[in-house]
């Protein structure tokens, strides 16, 4: 390292040992770069892992249905499985608190394919506030080749699973709920309408109220 140093001084100045330097640590900037992203997808996997939690729909469960339970926990479902939760449980949820709801006067529409395709919503309109929403759509998301590599692991048979998300009047992304009973959809809808009602019905929260005919305005 001396003598070449010595040699570009010779040769070129202190410049050229300047541009030799800017030049040969080029790969290590690189380098270093790639360290950094490795470093912020670690720390990313990290937070990811500790922050998970007990899947939604199974923080009630008992030991009464355990075997119904762990074929739902071995089975990665695809859009057949989704299209038959839907007509299986969330459909007839649906049907059975429309008809609920209008014995209170209170109409309630099922609307299909308002957020993706595979998707159903319970909505009951108004004027003057925001529409209740209660509506389930799907998520596609990509298995771990980790688990797709192993052998003593539940059977998948591709690379991608989908799941029923819900989401609600304000926006908000719910839960994954393929592992709840068409009873239980029916109780987690009338959670979320009760936490409607109760933020509606609270002078403190005028903002959820919109003037929809001046908004179209």
Known sequence: MAVITMAL???GGLKSLQTMTLISALPFG???FILCLCLFKGLRTDELYNSAHMPYGSRNWNGEHWKLRLQQIVTFHQKSDIKR???E???PAFAELQDEFAKYGIEANILRGK???LS???NIPHDRI???RYGVTTEKLHIS???LDEDNTPDVDNGMQYIPVTYYTDGRTGNDIHYLSQQETMADVLREYDRYISIVADERNAMVFVDKNLKST
């Open 85 to 87: 939760f839907f007509k």
């Open 9 to 11: 001084i010779s040769a």
């Open 89 to 91: 449980k969330v459909e």
């Open 120 to 122: 159903i919503e319970l």
């Open 30 to 32: 690189i380098i270093m």
């Open 115 to 117: 957020n993706g395709p």
């Open 145 to 147: 080749d980790y688990l």
């Open 130 to 132: 925001r529409n209740f």
